[in-house]
């Protein structure tokens, strides 16, 4: 235990002194991006990204669902806030002060992901960032982003980056779907319209006809089948009976007492980033336009 609380000062002392040089290591790290292709929240943004990375690092934690859950429960009380990645510019914005669903996941994954490679600066967090955030992990216009939750998985998967786990659950099951929910509903969207942005949604929908993929009922969920498998720190997302829609929610899986499943999410009814108060099972149970789930973590 000496040994382990000496460790972690010592890595934290590295990191204060690497931080504060003007030789930091994050000048070393390919930017996919420069300052003025990003939109930050505030100017503290920065310090709180780097400040919170470096309390990972000092943690010791290597396991990436276990970083995930070291992250989530550090940004719980977060306040939640929707769209916030939209501009009049389509820019990688960096906010930890304010989330939804899918930007807590997001933010979850790059801190988690720099931990991992053994780096704290900011501009790591952010490269991690726009490569889970846009297609092939290059951020251009709008269209580049990766809207529908089946899109990011399968872009994220083929890339490395997480792998979905849900067809290894022996209770799983498959739907068949047409995603194209923002084209149906061009009207909800400023930045569809644009004509040429349109089109290039729309042709990404194309992929999307009658798209299978896999889910837990949610009938399910407190089975031994999801149980085996299922781990705290792994990302779920809601699968919708939404028409053109695939999953409408995103969250962090948290183990209560009992060994069941608990959403830790951004909560939009809540109003901030909190742990729910009863299982994920009661929880979709509840709302007759949830059906089920997609579960996924970080490959590593």
């Known amino acids: 235990m000496r040994k382990s609380k000496i460790l972690r000062l010592w890595l934290v002392l590295i990191v204060a002194s690497c931080c504060s040089s003007t030789g930091s290591i994050a ?19 920065t310090m709180k990204i780097n400040a919170l990375l470096m309390d990972g690092l000092a943690s010791g934690l290597t396991d990436a669902n276990e970083l995930v859950c070291f992250y989530a429960h550090k940004l719980e009380g977060t306040p939640y806030v929707a769209h916030t990645l939209e501009g009049d510019k389509e820019k990688l914005t960096i906010n930890i002060d304010e989330l939804d669903c899918t930007t807590f996941v997001e933010t979850l994954y790059a801190l988690a992901r720099t931990t991992m490679n053994g780096r704290y600066s900011w501009r790591d967090y ?89 889910y837990i009922k949610k009938e399910q969920l407190s089975s031994k089948d999801v149980k085996k498998i299922v781990k705290r720190g792994d990302f779920v997302g809601l699968v919708t009976k ?34 729910e108060k009863v299982t994920l099972k009661a929880q979709l149970m509840k709302n007759s336009k949830n059906e089920g789930v997609r579960i996924f973590r970080i490959k590593e």
């Open 242 to 275: 939404i028409e053109g829609l695939d999953i409408s929610h995103l969250g962090v899986i948290e183990i209560d007492e009992k060994g069941e499943l608990v959403l830790l999410d951004a909560s939009s009814i809540g109003g901030k980033v909190m742990l």
């Open 126 to 214: 952010a490269n991690h960032l726009e490569d889970l955030r846009y297609r092939h992990g290059e951020m251009g216009d709008y269209s580049s982003r990766l809207h529908y939750i089946s899109d990011w998985i399968i872009d994220n998967s083929n890339r490395g980056n997480i792998e979905d786990v849900t067809s290894d659950i022996a209770c799983c099951r498959y739907k068949i779907k047409t995603i194209n929910f923002m084209s149906s509903h061009r009207d909800s969207y400023t930045s569809l319209a644009n004509d040429s942005i349109f089109e290039r949604i729309k042709n990404f929908e194309i992929g999307y006809r009658n798209h299978r993929f896999p």
């Open 27 to 45: 000048t070393t790290v390919a930017q996919a991006t420069t300052i003025d292709q990003m939109r930050f929240h505030c100017a503290n943004d």
